[in-house]
């Protein structure tokens, strides 16, 4: 019989928040965390908002991260090590009474944070700062473990793969302990402009914190949006011998390939729905026991269109009664830690019995007409969720939570 797994301590780091708590609170009010853009200058591109960290993060990641290890790390990296720290306090676990050699780090990676805006690369610490495998690197160097260390590339399903990987790892008996997740930020000029090139981007400029509109007929494209998710999971019995606080168990996961486009997903959502019932299959369950999807819901034109369409085919006129919300309508699109950040706020959701709301939902569509939870919270009985997480290059994740 393969193994349960739980998440038993999570860090998480966005536009709305330094901790777990606080993000839950503004996400549960419904705040957004997109902003103006002011660290560089904006004006060559068109889009000039994106949902950026608060500025006081490097004042919080120096009560985790030595001042020498600090100077090799991009701000990325110190994010990903910041949460990481976080969520090991958070679940509580002594490395000294875990055998390090059974616990593993998986970081879902798009890219370091090397880029234009980074500040103090020098000579010394390039090579450090653009070493795509630096952030498990980092980690696995702070608490001496010695179980697999690797960061993972599938586009804004990173994290998403590097959590499934995590739970499949312990699940098989390779592990007994995964500290899981991502951090990202794209927030430059280089890649604002070449997701302008390709139409994805949001370009409504003059109120920013209502550009963030998934679902929306009047959407326009993404906002960019940065930060980190990690999550402790554990073997459920081991978890429940030291007492451990238990948010959720993973019950299931799917990966998969399109195999169609380098940037649309397959007509008529095929692709999602393929990979939601993957996953639903993979947890032992059936669609009517699913209560909740956070979606992947970036405010893009096909994404929102062919993720409703996708959850009509699996869940037919259930559909219709399951919510689901997109945490990008409040912290933007947090690229290589969406799939992360997005599961820890669906345990967030399981374990505290509210589904944070799908905000500037003010202009419904016709063809998209779920229940999206516009706007405000709501308290509900969740037993079981799923997170989905779909990339470019037809990189697709949906993750199975149960109460």
């Known amino acids: 019989m393969p193994r349960e797994v739980v998440v038993t301590g999570m860090g998480m780091i966005t536009s709305l928040g330094l901790s777990l708590e606080e993000n839950w609170k ?48 991009t701000r990325v990296a110190r994010m990903c090590v910041t949460s990481a720290k976080m969520a090991v306090e958070d679940a509580a676990i002594d490395f000294d009474k875990v055998d390090r050699s059974r616990c593993c780090v998986i970081i879902g990676v798009v890219n370091t944070g090397n880029s234009s805006v980074e500040q103090g690369t020098t000579l010394q610490n390039t090579v450090f700062k653009s070493m795509s495998n630096s952030m498990p690197a980092w980690i696995s ?41 991502g951090a990202d930020s794209i927030i430059n000029p280089e890649e604002i402009r070449g997701f302008n090139a390709l139409y994805a981007l949001s370009t409504a400029n003059e109120v920013p914190e209502q ?25 459920k019995s081991n978890a429940l011998l030291r007492g451990a606080k238990i948010y959720a168990e993973v019950a299931g996961y799917a990966l998969t390939s399109e195999g169609y486009n380098i940037m649309a997903p397959l007509t008529d959502g095929e692709g999602m729905a393929r990979t939601m019932h993957l996953a639903i299959k993979n947890a032992g369950l059936a669609p009517e026991n699913i209560d909740y999807i956070n979606a992947h819901g970036t405010s893009t034109e096909l994404n929102d269109r062919y993720e409703t369409m996708a959850i009509k085919k699996i869940f037919g006129e259930r559909a219709y009664r399951i919510p689901v919300s997109s945490s990008k309508s409040m912290i933007g699109h947090t690229i290589g830690a969406a799939g992360a950040v997005e599961a820890i706020i669906t345990a967030l959701a ?14 419904p569509d016709p063809d998209l007409d779920l229940d999206y939870v516009p706007n405000v919270s709501r308290q509900a009985t969740i037993r079981c969720a799923l997170s989905n997480s779909f990339g470019f290059g037809g990189h697709n994740a949906t993750i199975v939570l149960k109460k």
């Open 26 to 73: 503004n996400l549960c009010e419904g705040k957004s965390g997109v902003t103006r853009i002011t660290s560089f200058d904006v004006s060559e591109c068109v889009t000039r908002i994106a949902a950026r960290v608060p500025e006081n993060f490097e004042e919080l990641s120096r009560k985790y991260i030595r001042k020498r290890a600090a100077g090799q790390m």
């Open 211 to 235: 550009a963030s509109k998934p679902f929306s007929k009047d959407r326009d494209g993404f906002v960019i949006g940065e930060g980190s998710g990690m999550l402790v999971l554990e073997e």
């Open 350 to 363: 399981l374990d505290r019995g509210v589904i944070p709301p799908t905000i500037n939902y003010r202009c």
């Open 141 to 181: 160097l702070e608490y001496q473990l010695t179980g697999p260390s690797f960061a993972v590339n599938t586009a804004c399903a990173s994290s998403a793969y590097a959590l499934s990987l995590g739970l499949e790892m312990i699940r098989t008996g390779q592990a007994d302990v995964a500290l899981v997740g």
